[in-house]
Each structure stands twice: as structure tokens, then as C-alpha cells.
């Protein structure tokens, strides 16, 4: 179904269909690598307690997560048929760090969906999206997880 400008209804988006094409779906890996600037700087914004030298705040489990990943953010937009004029929002998110990161470690980041539903509450109906990343070392062990959630508003279901 089409609106009159062309683009589609986001409000006839068929959750059945999008969670079945979707769950379980493989997300483009990627590499990320921390200069020692940009630590210096998050420490220094983070008002963080000093950490031994060159070990990485723990927020980088989540940096990583966001900025290693093989894809841009409006990618999963897209997946779900969800604009950023929509409102996508990011609802929740579980990390675990099982060690400390250090500056420009080379860092891989895969991800995959782990599941798609709809929900409705007072603020009317929207999609929840469970994706969990990995971050490995470059030896492949894995230095952290994040299981991010995001929400999809949706006008009418």
C-alpha cells in the first residue's frame, strides 16, 4: 500500500513477515580500531577515574558495538520499513565486557537478529528489534557482547 506521495505505508508493515525474513538474520561484520586520542578525550568527557595505561573504558564494549559494525545505523531502518522521521529509538541495551580493551587493539564486530515483535502500550503501537553483537580481538577471542533493542514506532496497526 502506497501513500500519495509514493512512499509506503508504514502502517500496514506486515510483522509476521518481516520477523520471519528477519530473525536470525547475519548483520555485516566490520573493524574498528581506538586511537589513543579519542580515549584521552572519552576518559577526559567521561570525568573517568584513571585506568592503567592504555586500558580502554568499559563504555567501549558499547562504542565498539556501535561504531565497528559493517553497516550504518539506517540500515536496520530500512530492514524494518521504518524512516528516521518515524522515530526509531534505541530502547535498551545488555553489555558484558569479559576484558579490558586497549587503545588500538584492532577490534571485529559481527552481529545477527535475534528477533522482531510487535508490542502496544499507551504510547500506541511499535516493533522491538533485538540486535546482538559480538566483539572479538583480533586473535578471534570474544572481548564483549551488546544485545541492543530498538523500538519502531508505527502510526496504526
Given at each position: 500500500?502506497?501513500?500519495?506521495?509514493?512512499?509506503?505505508?508504514?502502517?500496514?508493515?506486515?510483522?509476521?513477515?518481516?520477523?520471519?525474513?528477519?530473525?536470525?538474520?547475519?548483520?555485516p561484520a566490520g573493524t574498528w580500531r581506538v586511537p589513543a586520542h579519542e580515549a584521552w578525550l572519552t576518559a577526559d568527557a567521561l570525568a573517568a577515574p584513571p585506568l592503567p595505561d592504555g586500558v580502554l573504558h568499559?563504555?567501549?564494549?558499547?562504542?565498539?558495538?556501535?561504531?565497528?559494525?559493517?553497516?550504518?545505523?539506517?540500515?536496520?531502518?530500512?530492514?524494518?520499513?521504518?524512516?528516521?522521521?518515524?522515530?526509531?529509538?534505541?530502547?535498551?541495551?545488555?553489555?558484558?565486557?569479559?576484558?579490558?580493551?586497549?587503545?588500538?587493539?584492532?577490534?571485529?564486530?559481527?552481529?545477527?537478529?535475534?528477533?522482531?515483535?510487535?508490542?502496544?502500550?499507551?504510547?500506541?503501537?511499535?516493533?522491538?528489534?533485538?540486535?546482538?553483537?559480538?566483539?572479538?580481538?583480533?586473535?578471534?577471542?570474544?572481548?564483549?557482547?551488546?544485545?541492543?533493542?530498538?523500538?519502531?514506532?508505527?502510526?496504526?496497526?
Amino acid at each position: 500500500m502506497t501513500s500519495q506521495e509514493g512512499d509506503v505505508d508504514r502502517a500496514v508493515v506486515d510483522i509476521d513477515r518481516l520477523a520471519a525474513e528477519l530473525t536470525g538474520r547475519e548483520l555485516p561484520a566490520g573493524t574498528w580500531r581506538v586511537p589513543a586520542h579519542e580515549a584521552w578525550l572519552t576518559a577526559d568527557a567521561l570525568a573517568a577515574p584513571p585506568l592503567p595505561d592504555g586500558v580502554l573504558h568499559p563504555m567501549y564494549v558499547w562504542y565498539a558495538g556501535a561504531r565497528g559494525t559493517g553497516y550504518p545505523i539506517d540500515h536496520l531502518f530500512d530492514l524494518v520499513e521504518c524512516r528516521p522521521e518515524d522515530g526509531p529509538m534505541l530502547g535498551e541495551t545488555e553489555l558484558a565486557q569479559h576484558r579490558p580493551l586497549h587503545v588500538g587493539e584492532e577490534l571485529t564486530v559481527s552481529s545477527r537478529i535475534l528477533d522482531l515483535e510487535r508490542k502496544h502500550g499507551r504510547s500506541g503501537t511499535f516493533d522491538l528489534m533485538r540486535v546482538h553483537l559480538e566483539v572479538h580481538d583480533a586473535a578471534g577471542e570474544l572481548v564483549g557482547t551488546v544485545t541492543n533493542t530498538f523500538v519502531y514506532p508505527r502510526r496504526s496497526a
